[in-house]
């Protein structure tokens, strides 16, 4: 059973100040409205909760190219207003220096699929991690965005994933993460996605599978990936993915920062009997 | 092998189907990119798209055949104004303890706020009581029988109630035998149709009914002994191109209009009545507007009168539901009244006070002039976003629902374009464009009058139904 209606964080900032714009697309489970420079998914809810997610009682039927309005704190599209809850949806916290990678890798189990062209060897995992410890998060990112299939592309989902990991580790800062996404060739929805990860937020079942797995409940970990996996064509997978590359990064990280052990005479003598 | 060193090829050309966003992306990062505008009909919506395809399909013909002679009636034909008289004396099937409102039909209990107060303005106007909380009385026993004004060849604009003694406009289409009808025009300040229910406004519906009235049926005598009688569409025709969309702005027809009655009404003398009724229309600027809305509908009787058409011929609202009628069925569609959107309020108002969509005036939509004028007139402009291109924009949308341009109303501004009519059920449908029908505003509960302007939307359901109601060959053909 579904939470009641909520907002996410980007839909009550856009609310805040007058703007306008338009519905940019509208699919069987969601219409997509551009406001300003950013984006709203309004759906219904039966789907699950977000950052740019406005989920309402019953969605209006909107069409593309309906104007959208923000004033006085409401929404309207097409001339109708749009009933949105006042509930703001907020992520499960991570338990801090839990260790995540090893059980979200063994239970994600999936490979994305990214038209990287056909030269290439090893595994994805592999060329993102050499990435990420040759140029960081911008290298990573860049390499992928835009690439593979899906309304957001994979290469943008595996993307927002690693984005997300860096965020919640604060590897690097919110400005040179939303840099990053900014320059990104991709289009305006999977652009917003992309911004709402580099600030440390995702779809709720992502939150949940992070939570989880920090907490080593595996039954909860298994639902969480089932619902991710009912999320667009390979979107949710490809967002853990990227999570999961991002989450074993953040771990060499933190362990290269560790002082090094002091060698003691005793061992040295040992290596080198 | 790194992620940046797997290359795609370096040079693309993309054709793009359907969500224009996929197409702006490509086009930001440098890369050429055809757009085609494409989307499954209606909302991908199975069973309305079943009906298009029958609708496009095996009955187009029959359907184009009756269009064509529709289209010939509303755009050819010539109304002339031919009288000004008590609505019992000519308006069909009027009773005699009867008001006449817009939109489809309704019963008392759901009128909205504005209807009702104007309905207790001329139920004491009428004399049938002596205040408004009498005449409330009557109206909620059902003493005083309510009818579409529609459904009696009469259009009103607004939250009008037009009684047996309220002065009507009567506009004679004498190529196709139809006779349309609208009220005299209230004009501003504290009147009925505003949704004011105060003295001053029952005083407007008396003065209109024993001194306008007579006056203006001498002022048509004489112009009719000058010139013959006034011919409505083409003197519309000439405010088109003066900047009117002649629905939400009259002002230079009704100029025009007035400088042709102008001996006539010098002729009237100075005595009291007379000056009163001068001012009177000094300060009308929407004085034409229901001498249009009476031609229009005479028009759309004219297209009625064809079978098996999928024109829309009716489209109406009385502030609670709006309905529409297709072809030559009498069946009004019906669904809940849109709110007016894109909107300008007067210091102090809201949306959050506005009345939902009421008016008959969206008949002057179905003709090409309103919203579908909205390219020439930089008055309407202001509505539609301010700018002369957004105004196009609405012109543009209504030519992709409506299956010919007007050749009399014309747009300077677009090389004389004519304005689009002759609205098509089936692509209504098709795009989800939906008909703009510029509008006044109400105050929703006050009685404190217009509170501003701004465009309604039409909603989609109705038509929905008429669409599907072409398959019924009882209800249309």
């Known amino acids: ?273 | 092998m790194s992620v940046a060193q797997r290359e795609l090829p370096t040079e693309a050309n993309i054709i793009n189907l359907g969500l224009p966003l996929f197409a702006e992306a490509v086009r930001e990062q440098g890369a050429t990119v055809t757009h085609v505008d494409w989307g499954v009909p209606s909302g991908s919506e199975p069973e309305v798209v079943a009906a298009l395809t029958r609708a496009y399909g095996v009955r187009s013909v029959a359907f184009d055949v009756a269009n064509a002679e529709v289209i010939v009636r509303l755009d050819k034909a010539s109304p002339m104004l031919t009288a000004v008289a008590p609505a019992g004396e000519v308006i069909p099937r009027l009773g005699d303890r009867m008001l006449l409102h817009a939109g489809p039909p309704i019963e008392y209990g759901s009128v909205c706020d504005p209807l009702r107060r104007s309905m207790r303005a001329a139920v004491v106007a009428e004399g049938w009581a002596l205040d408004v909380e009498s005449a409330e009385s009557l109206l909620a026993s059902g003493t005083v029988l309510l009818g579409a004004a529609n459904d009696h060849d009469t259009v009103v604009p607004m939250a009008t109630a037009l009684g047996p003694t309220t002065p009507v406009w009567v506009a004679d289409n004498h190529e196709a035998g139809t006779r349309g009808f609208a009220p005299v025009n209230q004009g501003p300040g504290e009147v009925p149709w505003f949704g004011r229910e105060t003295p001053a406004a029952v005083a407007r519906l008396i003065f209109l009914r024993d001194v306008a009235q007579p006056r203006l049926a001498k002022i048509l005598e004489g112009l009719a002994e000058s010139k013959g009688p006034l011919d409505i569409m083409s003197m519309a025709a000439q405010g088109v191109q003066m900047g009117d969309d002649v629905h939400m702005r009259t002002q230079a027809t009704t100029n025009l209009l007035v400088r042709e009655m102008l001996p006539f009404i010098a002729a009237l003398g100075d005595d009291a009545g007379s000056l009163e009724f001068a001012d009177y229309l000094s300060k009308n600027h929407l004085f034409y507007l229901t001498i249009a809305m009476a031609a229009a509908k005479s028009l759309t009787l004219s297209a009625q009168q064809v079978p098996g058409s999928t024109v829309v011929t009716t489209m109406a609202r009385n502030g609670t539901t709006f309905g529409v009628k297709i072809g030559a069925s009498q069946v009004w569609h019906i669904t809940d009244a849109p709110p007016v959107a894109d909107a300008l309020y007067y210091a102090g108002f809201s949306d959050r006070d506005a009345a939902l969509d009421i008016g008959d005036s969206a008949v002057l939509e179905l003709v090409g002039l309103g919203g579908a004028a909205a390219a020439g007139s930089p008055a309407v402009a202001a509505f539609l976003g301010g700018s002369m291109a957004d105004a196009a924009r609405a012109t543009d949308e209504m030519t992709r629902v409506c299956l010919a341009d007007s050749t009399r109303f014309k747009i300077p501004v677009q090389g004389f374009r004519g304005t689009p009519f002759a609205v098509d059920v089936r692509k209504v449908v098709e795009t989800g464009i939906r008909p703009k029908v510029t509008t006044g505003i109400l105050h929703r509960s006050s009685g404190g009058g217009q509170i501003g302007a701004g465009v309604a939307t039409a909603p989609i359901e109705g038509f929905r139904a008429g669409l599907f109601a072409l398959d019924d060959d009882g209800a249309v053909m």
Not at chain 1, 124 to 136: F, I, P, Q
Not at chain 1, 153 to 159: F, I
Not at chain 1, 194 to 209: K, T
Not at chain 1, 210 to 221: I, K, M
């Open chain 1, 1 to 273: 059973m579904r939470p009641p209606p909520d907002i996410g964080r980007a839909v009550k900032e856009i609310v805040a100040k007058d703007g306008q714009g338009e519905v940019i697309a509208v699919f069987s489970r969601a219409s997509y409205v551009g406001i300003d420079a950013t984006i709203v998914a309004l759906l219904s809810t039966s789907e699950a909760s977000g950052p740019l997610h406005a989920r309402v009682q019953n969605p209006p039927k909107v069409r593309l190219g309906d104007r959208a309005v923000v004033a006085g704190g409401r929404l309207y599209i097409g001339g109708g207003l749009v009933d949105l809850p006042s509930l703001c949806w907020e992520p499960e916290p991570l338990p801090s220096g839990a260790p995540i990678a090893g059980i979200l890798g063994d239970l994600l189990m999936h490979e994305p699929v990214l038209d990287l062209g056909s030269a290439g060897g090893g595994s994805l995992a592999t060329s993102l991690e050499r990435a990420l410890d040759r140029g960081g998060i911008g290298e990573a990112c860049q390499g992928i965005f835009g690439r593979g299939a899906g309304l957001t592309p994979s290469g943008d989902d595996v993307a927002a994933g690693l984005l997300l990991a860096d965020a919640l580790h604060g590897l690097s800062d919110d400005a040179t993460r939303l840099a990053i996404v900014a320059d990104a060739p991709t289009h305006a929805i999977s652009r917003a996605f992309l911004a709402e990860a580099a600030r440390g937020q995702s779809i709720e079942p992502m939150h949940r599978l992070l939570a989880a797995c920090a907490l080593r409940d595996l039954p909860a970990a298994n639902s969480a990936r089932t619902e991710l996996a009912a999320i667009g064509h390979t979107s949710g997978l490809d967002l853990a993915y990227g999570a999961l590359v991002g989450f074993r990064h953040a771990a060499d990280v933190a362990a290269a920062a560790r002082p090094a052990r002091l060698m003691t005479s005793r061992a040295l003598a040992q290596i080198t009997a």
